[in-house]
């Protein structure tokens, strides 16, 4: 269990050195070519949600889970812009 630990540890810790250097591309938001979502759609599903509507009903809107609708109004995931 210990060794598992650690090399996790030791992965994270060489991903993030790595992106730091420049080595490993940044694929937050928009740039994951994964991406389920607009900068302009999480702005309407934060104004929809602003403005009463269930995560849920929004979640079946855009086609996303209820859950992913709850960490995008919470800022968890892209974060608001100003």
Avoid at 15 to 38: E, F, H, Q
């Amino acid at each position: 269990m210990f060794y598992d630990d650690a090399f996790s540890a030791n992965v994270r810790a060489g991903i993030g050195r790595a992106r730091i250097a420049g080595r490993l591309p940044d694929k937050n938001g928009i740039k994951n070519p994964n991406v389920k979502l607009t900068d302009e759609e999480v702005a309407d599903v934060r104004r929809l949600y602003s403005e009463g509507r269930s995560q849920s009903s929004i979640g079946k809107q855009y086609g996303v889970a209820q859950g992913h609708v709850s960490r995008l109004v919470r800022g968890v995931q892209r974060p608001a812009k100003e």
